[in-house]
């Protein structure tokens, strides 16, 4: 199928009797006194229609519906757990801005479809006229709304006139250049006529005879057809929660030039070969809240022949504070010249709370992290936006299986070691990469400790607020950050400033060990470890953080936190 962007243009011919006094040096431009005409010119409306030649269509007062529009789709993996579904289609049917008339026809085995509105006044636009040798006689520049403005039209009673119209859809002469006639070789007939035109912008055409009699009212409608296609990208961001804040984009083959044959509308594109670029800036808040903006859509002309290679590239989208680049959700795209095609962008992220392994978890960027602290109390579902004391846990040395210390404890138990310092595979016997559950790991079944990447993922995938006011105290337990997802607004989990414990000690034996920083920081172990150069997830009333301790000091000695990831990567 196919929908070509038509504009309809009503040209109105008045023969006049009264114009016989009229001087022909000062009002014609050609034919003699007594057999002249008067043309008026006015376009009325604007139309996308799908068949390259439509012949003699049947005409219909009713709004026909046009079933079989090809679709193509892609589903496009943008990485951590979130995908791009992309829907292109032919624009179907519909009637705009009052226009009553939808016309549809059958011709062989194609439908002809057109979405039909009123033409944008200013719109500036080209009348050519030829006499029935192709010898030019004059043309005529007009602007929608202002017909009235350019000067009179005049042609001889009783002859045949070929009439050429083209336009650049442009209210501005600046913007689109408003290209003139070029004749080749010199010779100035409709054989030699042609124009350049630039490839980024739009490109109609329309050629009709008519004869022109005295004493009624001669109409000649014009149609005006599109010669580039036009791509209307509908971004929807909604699933996600956030506004869509920019996107650069371009569909490839382009040419940044084409001539046009007059005669024939017969295009040869030239320039470069480039693609067509659309960069839309969206002026929209960055709240995290849901809003009412989370579809926009823009419209992209591409200068190109009939093709099937069609690539329609996504160099970089924002959307709230997540950036996503290099996407490419086509790559041949079966794309006609002429037609109007609806591009709908879809992104989906797959971030959601779920049950695993009987506990209450939720997962982010493709990682499933759970709800709670190790050792808090998961009889909650771990959604809640207060923290209290059952959300703390318990705290652990690096690399050792038992708490050292309870979750409002604030001294070291038993299981305390103060020469602790495990093999750095202590908590992972596998790679960061291909991470694997050691036996000293804590965790419950179906989980482990989270790796220094998956660390920093969940650092770069979410938004901090923080919970309460960050402050120390050693009976503060309601204080803490809500990690938000970048990905979709209503998904987020709570992290306790439980603070950590430690000692002053710079070397092993490290001696007696207590609380510090509870209620203003929060100190998370990851199972990546150099020596003492330790990976940990930390946060203060000054930043939060996915980082690497330094091997100072023994770090290893030290007790902190831990928040379990889902085993599931083997």
């Not at 030699?192 to 109609?204: E, R």
């Not at 804040?245 to 470069?272: A, C, Q």
């Not at 590239?313 to 680049?325: W, Y």
């Not at 993922?457 to 979410?462: E, T």
């Amino acid at each position: 199928m196919k929908s070509k962007k038509l504009t309809i243009l009503f040209v109105t011919i008045f023969a006049s009797l009264e114009i016989i006094s009229c001087s022909k040096n000062t009002q014609n431009d050609l034919g003699d006194e007594e057999g002249t005409a008067s043309i008026s010119v006015s376009i009325a409306s604007e139309t996308f229609e799908g068949a390259e030649s439509f012949g003699n269509r049947a005409a219909t007062n009713t709004t026909s519906h046009v079933e079989n529009f090809e679709t193509y789709n892609s589903i496009t993996d943008v990485g951590n757990d979130m995908m791009l579904i992309a829907k292109l289609e032919e624009q179907k049917d519909t009637v705009e801005s009052g226009i009553s008339t939808l016309k549809s026809a059958k011709i062989g085995s194609s439908k002809a479809n057109f979405v039909q509105k009123d033409l944008d006044s200013g719109i500036r636009y080209k009348v050519a006229v030829f006499d029935q040798s192709g010898e030019f006689i004059t043309e005529r520049d007009y602007t929608r709304g202002k017909e009235s403005t350019t000067r009179e039209l005049w042609l001889d009673h009783g002859k045949t006139y070929t009439f050429i119209v083209y336009s650049v859809n442009s209210p501005r002469i600046e913007d689109a250049g408003m290209p003139g006639i070029v004749f080749v070789g010199g010779s100035r007939t409709l054989k030699a006529a042609t124009m350049v035109a630039p490839g980024s912008g739009q490109l109609l055409y329309f050629r009709q005879q008519l004869t022109v009699y005295r004493n009624q009212i001669n109409r000649l409608d014009i149609i005006l057809r599109h010669k580039f296609t036009r791509i209307t990208t509908i971004l929807n961001t909604s699933a996600t929660g956030y506004l869509p804040r920019e996107i650069n984009s371009s569909f490839v083959p382009h040419y940044s030039t084409v001539s046009m044959d007059l005669e024939t509308g017969v295009l040869r594109r030239t320039g470069n070969l480039e693609g067509a670029v659309a960069r839309r800036t969206f002026n929209l808040a960055t709240s995290t809240a849901a809003h009412s903006s989370n579809t926009v859509s823009f419209s992209t002309d591409i200068n190109h022949d009939d093709n099937t290679t069609t690539s329609f590239v996504i160099s970089s989208l924002k959307v709230g504070e997540l950036t996503l680049n290099n996407l490419t959700p086509f790559k041949t795209l079966p794309v006609r010249a002429g037609i109007r095609y609806n591009l709908y962008l879809n992104l989906v992220p797959k971030d959601e709370y779920l049950t695993h392994a009987n506990l209450p978890a939720v997962r982010i960027g493709g990682t499933i992290w759970a709800l709670h602290n190790l050792g808090a109390n998961t009889a909650t579902n771990g959604r809640e936006e207060t923290i209290s004391q059952d959300a703390h846990g318990n705290f652990y040395q690096w690399g050792r299986k038992e708490p050292s210390a309870g979750k409002t404890d604030n001294a070291v138990n038993a299981n305390m070691d103060t020469s602790n310092n495990p093999s750095d595979n202590a908590w992972n016997a596998g790679t960061e990469e291909k991470p694997i559950k050691a036996a000293a790991d804590p965790c419950p079944t179906g989980y482990r400790i989270p790796t220094k990447k998956e660390a920093e993922d969940l650092v770069n995938n979410m938004i901090r607020t923080d919970i309460g006011v960050l402050r120390e105290s050693s009976g503060q337990f309601t204080t803490g950050v809500k990690l938000t997802s970048k990905r979709k607004t209503g998904i987020y989990m709570t992290l306790p400033a439980q603070g950590w414990f430690s000692f002053s000690a710079q070397t092993r034996p490290v001696g007696n060990s207590n609380t510090q920083y509870r209620g203003s920081e929060g100190y998370y172990h990851t199972s990546y470890a150099v020596g003492d150069d330790l990976c940990e997830i930390h946060f203060s009333s000054n930043g939060y953080a996915s980082r690497m301790t330094g091997d100072r000091t023994p770090n290893k000695a030290r007790s902190k936190n831990i928040r379990c990831v889902a085993d599931i990567t083997n």
